[in-house]
C-alpha cells in the first residue's frame, strides 16, 4: 500500500497567487506530509516521511506464495 501525502510549506505557492497574503496568518508548514510505503500484511517498508521533500523507495517481494487472502 502506498501512502501520498504531500509536504507543503507557505513559501511553495507562487508570489502572484490571488490569496498569497491570506496565507499570512496560516503556519509555515500547511501539510507536513507522512509518505509511507507499506506491505500486504501491514509491515512497514518505507517512511513515513515527515516535514521534507523526498522520494520513498521500497523493494517488494511479488512472490505469489505471499499473496494475502482478503475473503
Known amino acids: 500500500m502506498l501512502g501520498c ?4 510549506r507557505r513559501d511553495m505557492y507562487p508570489a ?10 496560516w503556519p509555515e508548514t500547511l501539510s ?3 509518505s509511507a510505503i507499506y506491505s500486504p500484511l501491514g509491515e512497514c517498508l518505507a ?3 515527515w516535514d521534507q521533500e523526498g522520494m520513498l523507495v ?3 517481494d511479488m512472490q505469489p506464495s505471499h499473496a494475502v487472502n482478503l475473503t
Do not use: F, H
Request: hydrophobic share 30%; no cysteine.
Open 47 to 49: 517512511g513515513p516521511l
Open 58 to 60: 521500497a523493494d517488494l
Open 16 to 25: 502572484d497567487l490571488e490569496i498569497k497574503s491570506d496565507l499570512e496568518e
Open 32 to 34: 507536513r506530509g507522512g
Open 5 to 8: 501525502n504531500q509536504y507543503v
